[in-house]
Nanobody, 121 residues
Framework: QVQLVESGGGLVQAGGSLRLSCAAS????????MGWYRQAPGKQRELVAG???????NYVDSVKGRFTVSRDNAKNTVDLQMNSLRPEDTAAYYC???????????????WGQGTQVTVSS
């Protein structure tokens, strides 16, 4: 059984910074990609930042230059450094990994439980 556990959310003033972390544990054979999504009330969940096993990254336009995604392949972790936060960044943030378990032939999507980020103006 694979589990993703997130940490690092909270309340911050506009212009501040937060760092989110997500760690995967369990019977993990390999991880193709890791990423962070967010969902604000009344809105669809959107991809914020993603990173492949080779380190290639992609970001939604609204966070480019402010957020940085990184991963540690040895520890099965992915982090999201968020700087210059804005009120519109307020949302529940979820990490997602595409993982193959030792017992499986296929890769599957695994999600964290979510962590709230609130940015006050």
């Amino acid at each position: 059984q694979v589990q993703l556990v997130e940490s690092g959310g909270g309340l911050v003033q506009a212009g501040g910074s937060l760092r989110l972390s997500c760690a995967a544990s369990g019977s993990i054979s390999s991880i193709i990609s890791m990423g962070w999504y967010r969902q604000a009330p009344g809105k669809q969940r959107e991809l914020v930042a993603g990173i492949t096993s080779g380190g290639r990254t992609n970001y939604v336009d609204s966070v480019k230059g402010r957020f940085t995604v990184s991963r540690d392949n040895a520890k099965n972790t992915v982090d999201l450094q968020m700087n210059s936060l804005r009120p519109e960044d307020t949302a529940a943030y979820y990490c997602k990994m595409v993982i193959k378990e030792y017992s499986s032939t296929y890769y599957g999507d695994y999600w964290g439980q979510g962590t709230q980020v609130t940015v006050s103006s």
